[in-house]
């Protein structure tokens, strides 16, 4: 298996130079050559398997054996989930005879990011020490800058994929205040040398615009070789395809017909990473109903389904329904994470889209032309700030994909609402934006549609808007209820954090110069 870039171009990489490039050098992100087709049998084969059986049975689709042998992928994948609280990884919770819960949020910083950043870091680690394992000993040594931009808890999760491993520096990116205070401590209090926070004025969108200028830098990259973290990286995607599966099986166990019912997985989105990692398992061949987008008020998602324009601002007559990015920025909302104006990853998903509808005879000639096709849309959003597509494109993405948002007001009351329900469950206000749009949703499926809403984060990270939801609920105490151990008194550790007064890639430069070193990483051969 070979990757490529989305925007178009000869070069075909390995999966480990995908992995350590990270974004490609004209912009793109990477993508399988093509997308595997399951095993003969797999659902019987499967269908026992721990969530360590699936990674491993779903990842070496992907994967050479040239690049990783069954043997360091399993030892692999191993090493990366024993650092989660609960036996089945990514266990699953039953609300009612039609409503599941997928939980993400049991590894070590309680997010789902978690479950492709802990992986990464193993990967990372090890590519760099068999690489310099060839070197003689009068070779400068390979490593890595990672660099990356985080919304909440891509952040933290990094830093925990990544602290103390050798030959990794990784730097990350946050809004100045646009973080809960836990995601902001879970970050700036991890003391390790090789670990660097970045606090920017300025909202995710600049971070991210940011890191991708970085890449972009060619001289900066090949100096320092940057590897990236966020979902642009493939590796996140792969890895999040896992627990699909998981749920897929273990949702089976637990109703009454399993033949003749379908399900249908509603994720909470912001930029398109986790929702597309379904995508890429539905087109494996896993069995589902269509993938449901789940927004909040920064709807550039939901807009696009409903229009077929990728837009910062909504041109639609009147703008927003709740009167909330008609100007085009971003709106802080109570699910921080999810306060996004460009969603990066479903530049992979208007691939398929843009190469499925080419009219072109061979399969090269499509690719090229999917290629050249997105990288124009691209250009188009960061020019314009928008791209309309075709309507046959837009009929692919409906094929796949239903989108619906919520505010503020209906996350809270659908926090209420399932605390004081039975079972009585507490969500987090990104699981509550999930659940409360696979409410709207279920008004229009059949019987048959049983619904999976993935449950992204601990409710612990959000003290705010859990609280604010409860605070008048009958028998609800936040440190009783919600608290893990993990949490107390985390918020006055100590805590090392670099300030930066504007969205600036110079000064970011500056803080990634100081810290590495001037003569750079010394790595090569990516």
């Excluded at 399951?38 to 499967?46: G, H, I, S």
């Excluded at 269908?47 to 030892?75: H, K, M, T, W």
Aim: one cysteine or more; glycine letters at 8%; hydrophobic letters at 40%.
């Amino acid at each position: 298996m070979k990757y490529f870039s989305t925007r178009g171009g000869d070069d075909l990489l390995t999966f480990e130079e995908a992995v350590l490039t990270g974004l490609a050098p004209n912009g793109g992100l990477y993508i399988p050559e093509h997308i595997p087709s399951l095993p003969r049998n797999w659902q019987e084969e499967w269908n026992s398997y721990s969530f360590v059986d699936l990674s491993v049975a779903v990842l070496s689709l992907y994967i050479s054996p040239d690049d990783l042998s069954g043997d360091e992928l399993r030892a692999l994948v191993n090493r990366s989930y024993s650092t989660f609280r609960h036996p089945d990884i990514a266990p699953v919770v039953q609300l009612s005879d039609k409503e599941f819960i997928l939980e993400l949020f049991h590894g070590p910083t309680f997010a789902f990011k978690d479950v492709a950043l802990q992986l990464l870091g193993n990967l990372f680690e090890f590519f760099l020490a068999r690489r310099n394992s060839r070197k003689s000993p009068e070779e400068q040594p390979e490593s890595l800058t990672v660099v990356g931009a985080t919304s909440g808890d891509t952040g933290s999760a990094a830093i925990y994929g990544l602290r103390g491993k050798n030959n990794v520096s990784i730097f990350i990116l946050h809004p100045k205040g646009r973080v809960s205070p836990v995601q902001e401590a879970q970050m700036t209090t991890v003391t390790d040398p090789n670990v660097h926070n970045i606090a920017v004025r300025g909202t995710f969108d600049a971070c991210q615009n940011i890191v991708k200028a970085l890449f972009a830098d060619k001289p900066f990259n090949e100096k320092y070789h940057l590897g990236a973290v966020n979902s642009i990286n493939w590796a996140r995607i792969l890895a999040q395809t896992v627990y699909y599966f998981l749920a897929y099986f273990h949702v089976r166990r637990q109703i009454p017909h399993p033949e003749s019912s379908e399900i249908q997985f509603v994720v909470p989105t912001g930029n398109f990473g986790d929702v597309l990692a379904g995508y890429y398992a539905k087109r494996m061949g896993l069995p589902m109903s269509k993938l449901v987008v789940a927004t909040n008020s920064n709807d550039i998602l939901t807009r696009f389904w409903r229009s077929g324009r990728y837009e910062n601002i909504d041109s639609t007559p009147g703008g927003a329904s709740d009167g909330k990015q008609a100007d085009g920025g971003v709106q802080v909302t109570l699910s921080p994470a999810m306060d996004i104006l460009v969603s990066s990853n479903f530049e992979r998903l208007l691939w398929y889209l843009a190469y499925e509808s080419s009219s072109a005879a061979s399969d090269s000639t499509r690719r090229a032309s999917a290629g050249a096709t997105v990288d124009g849309w691209m250009k188009s959003v960061k020019s314009n700030g928008r791209v309309e597509v075709p309507v046959e494109v837009l009929e692919l993405a409906r094929r796949d994909f239903l989108a619906e948002r919520v505010s503020d007001d209906q996350t809270l009351e659908t926090i209420k609402r399932y605390f004081t329900g039975s079972p009585s469950y507490i969500a987090d206000p990104h699981t509550a934006v999930g659940l409360s749009v696979a409410r709207i949703v279920s008004a229009k499926n059949t019987s048959s549609v049983v619904q999976v809403v993935l449950s992204t984060a601990h409710p612990a990270k959000f003290s705010e808007a859990v609280t604010r939801a409860l605070s008048t609920s009958q028998g609800f105490d936040f440190e009783r209820n919600v608290l893990p151990q993990e949490f107390r008194g985390l918020l006055e550790r100590e805590r090392r954090v670099i300030d930066v007064d504007e969205p600036s890639e110079e000064l970011v430069k500056k803080v990634i110069e100081n810290k590495v070193g001037s003569a750079g990483t010394g790595i090569g051969g990516v």
